[in-house]
């Protein structure tokens, strides 16, 4: 009897804080304005239906979706840092075909919103670049260059003024200082030629830091340099052939530390000189390069006068692989010492273009190279063709530029060199 008693109203109980409970849940729903299909909603997830909720979560995320864009999503950055793009500034043709993902929103606010849903599923099949590129048509620019002719060139910089990477607005002016000091940062030939036999231990020991620089993976512009700051301190200093390996070494370790994000410590470069030089060697030798330049790395890389001229080559991966390579042998053979790179990269895009059986240098390869005319690239032109038809001098170039990443581009332009020759095809005026 006792029992009964105290069963029925421990049912009373729970049946009472039930409906307290329910009364409390509704009364939180009443105040946060849900409406009855939310709830209905909140009871599917409750009794497992999640994927049918999950549906109608996804059509209501398309219904307010935002396909376009007017900027370039940060994260499109680390997509495009591959192994044959390194280093490269990204631009806006590399960008406009990737679509944005789930949940990443760009950094400004977003504008043009469709208003209604007609403009909605228009705008999820309008291409971004139909928003960006098509906005203004190009402006076409007329300049007189170095007295020749007059030039009219496409405004190619116009379509980028929304890419903050691209700095459209101070371009100009940036290349225009680094023509200016490319003539600064020239070795003196004449110098470096006083040391004894340098001409082919240079070749050595370029040789050498182009397996170096491969085995570490660094970038092109770190190569650059360290040639650069190479031969700027033969033209000042004399060096004996026991110490050249070191001078190497130790202007490959500060381009290293000036190009790269992570740049191999002290004990690499120590380790691949073979017992040659100490740590502490290299971090006097460091000092020692540095103050002999005064400190001055301020190099006009050649690697940026090439993506300036691929812009006006639409970006084209095959001739820019081609005229890396070629762009290459003028920083590391002797005969170019005193040849500026911006002319070096100018006649590596000609050349390049001439393999792949482009058209004429055109305006705008005039205009974004510098000012360049054919007239001005056919000694270098012809000094690169030299190059190619000789024997082999600097191995681990071919053999780097010969693997599937470079598109085997010392092969192909070894053979069509050698093709050009036997000919007697007049490079300059081929495929014109």
């Not at 009443?30 to 009871?43: D, E, F």
């Not at 058209?359 to 063709?385: R, T």
């Amino acid at each position: 009897m006792t029992q009964s008693i105290i069963d029925m109203s421990l049912h009373s109980f729970k049946s009472t804080q039930r409906l307290a409970l329910g009364n409390v849940t509704n009364t939180h729903l009443s105040t946060l304005n849900i409406g009855s299909n939310n709830v209905q909603k909140l009871r599917k997830l409750k009794i497992g239906s999640q994927n049918e909720y999950l549906k109608e979560k996804e059509s209501e995320k398309e219904m307010h979706h935002v396909p376009e864009y007017n900027i370039i999503d940060s994260y499109l950055i680390d997509d495009y840092n591959d192994t044959d793009k390194e280093n490269e500034i990204p631009s806006k043709r590399d960008f406009e075909s990737r679509q944005p993902r789930i949940g990443e929103l760009p950094f400004k606010e977003i504008t043009n919103v469709p208003t209604n849903n007609t403009n909605i599923a228009h705008a999820k099949k309008r291409p971004i670049s139909a928003q960006i590129e098509h906005k203004t048509p190009k402006k076409i620019k007329a300049e007189k260059i170095k007295d020749v002719e007059e030039c009219i060139w496409d405004d190619l910089d116009e379509e980028d003024g929304n890419d903050p990477l691209m700095v459209s607005e101070y371009v100009n002016d940036i290349f225009e200082h680094l023509h200016q000091l490319e003539l600064l940062t020239l070795p003196n030939k004449e110098q470096i030629i006083k040391h004894k036999n340098i001409t082919h231990n240079r070749d050595i020991l370029i040789n050498w830091l182009i397996k170096v620089h491969n085995k570490f993976g660094l970038l092109p512009e770190t190569l650059y340099l360290a040639i650069n700051l190479l031969d700027r301190f033969l033209s000042k200093e004399e060096v004996t052939l026991n110490k050249l390996q070191l001078v190497g070494t130790y202007c490959l370790f500060i381009a290293s530390k000036y190009e790269e994000i992570y740049s191999p410590s002290v004990k690499h470069f120590a380790s691949e000189t073979d017992g040659a030089c100490s740590i502490d060697e290299i971090k006097k030798g460091e000092k020692f390069v540095l103050k002999a330049l005064k400190f001055n790395l301020n190099y006009p890389n050649p690697m940026n006068f090439l993506r300036r001229i691929s812009k006006a080559d639409d970006y084209d991966l095959q001739s820019r692989t081609l005229a890396k390579f070629l762009l290459e042998i003028t920083m590391i053979d002797f005969n170019f010492i005193d040849v500026m790179p911006s002319l070096c990269s100018a006649a590596a895009m000609f050349l390049s273009r001439k393999m792949l059986g482009k058209g004429k240098w055109n305006d705008n390869l005039i205009h974004y190279s510098g000012g360049y005319q054919v007239s001005d690239l056919e000694p270098v032109c012809h000094m690169i063709m030299d190059y190619l038809n000789n024997p082999e001098t600097h191995t681990e170039l071919r053999l780097k530029y010969s693997s599937k990443r470079f598109l085997k581009a010392s092969i192909i332009s070894v053979q069509w060199a050698n093709k050009v020759k036997q000919n007697g095809y007049d490079v300059m005026t081929l495929n014109e």
